[in-house]
């Protein structure tokens, strides 16, 4: 095994870098900046006692679990949502298994915004918040 198989050690150029965070900008927050605010404020509100990191990351997490699951499975949305709310355990140290209903409520709110970039409110997400929880099962 060479030491370029171990992904800490593998060294990238600054402009591969740059381009690759870019991507991952433009992927996250397709919007811009503004969505980007926006949507953070929105975390802080529905999570007050958290702070931007501890907001965004699993909500981020959560984005990337449920598009590529939609893209991974010929079911439909409430059939990926269930497997998220229900089966998701691969990353219960990035979302909380009692977070992750609010943060698909997040990531559904996220994917039905345009370029004015407007959000739902905070009782908005945690009334739809509500709603998903009931699909939560003890497995």
């Known amino acids: 095994m060479a030491l370029s198989d171990y992904p800490i050690l593998q060294w990238k150029r600054k ?3 740059k ?3 870019e991507e991952y900008e433009k992927w996250a ?3 811009g900046e503004k969505q980007r605010e926006n949507l953070q404020a929105l975390l802080l509100a529905v999570f007050p006692k958290e702070n931007a ?4 990351v699993p909500f981020l997490t959560c984005k990337e679990l449920y598009e590529t699951a939609m893209k991974n499975n010929d079911e439909s949305s409430v059939a990926v949502i269930d497997l998220l709310i229900n089966k998701q355990k691969k990353y219960k140290m990035i979302i909380k298994k009692k ?3 609010a943060y698909i409520a997040l990531v559904l709110a996220d994917s039905l915004i345009d370029e004015r970039a407007e959000y739902p409110s905070a009782a908005e997400i945690v ?3 509500k709603e998903l929880e009931k699909m939560r099962r003890d497995v």
């Open 19 to 21: 381009k690759e965070q």
């Open 29 to 31: 927050f397709p919007y």
């Open 53 to 56: 990191y501890t907001t965004m």
């Open 99 to 101: 977070d992750m209903p």
């Open 15 to 17: 402009a591969v870098m």
């Open 127 to 129: 009334e739809r918040t």
